[in-house]
Nanobody, 122 residues
Framework: QVQLVESGGGLVQAGGSLRLSCAAS????????MGWFRQPTGKEREFVAG????????SYADSVKGRFTISRDNGKNTVYLQMNSLKPEDTAVYYC???????????????WGQGTQVTVSS
């Protein structure tokens, strides 16, 4: 069973930056894509960014394009989300996700992390 552990959330002022990390357990041979979703309070979970494990394809939600960057370190089984120019509307619980399918939008998630809170103050 794959386990995903997020870190790096916190409180930041608008315009600031944060970097989220997601470390996957050693049993990751079947994972083909990893990425990030977020869920603002009272709203549905939404896709943020994703990439193939080999880095061949990346996808972003329109709301974060140009501000967020997803990257990976396969040697560490870790995926990152660099978030710049943060806005109050980026406030949400951010979840790491992994899929056994090579889909950079992770339309079928097989594993979820526990989530990390990101709060952007105005």
């Amino acid at each position: 069973q794959v386990q995903l552990v997020e870190s790096g959330g916190g409180l930041v002022q608008a315009g600031g930056s944060l970097r989220l990390s997601c470390a996957a357990s050693e049993r990751t041979n079947n994972i083909s894509a990893m990425g990030w979703f977020r869920q603002p309070t009272g709203k549905e979970r939404e896709f943020v960014a994703g990439m193939w494990r080999n880095g061949a394809f990346t996808s972003y939600a329109d709301s974060v394009k140009g501000r967020f960057t997803i990257s990976r370190d396969n040697g560490k089984n870790t995926v990152y989300l660099q978030m710049n120019s943060l806005k109050p509307e980026d406030t949400a619980v951010y979840y790491c996700a992994a899929s056994n399918r090579p889909d950079s939008r992770l339309r079928n998630v097989d594993y979820w992390g526990q989530g990390t809170q990101v709060t952007v103050s105005s």
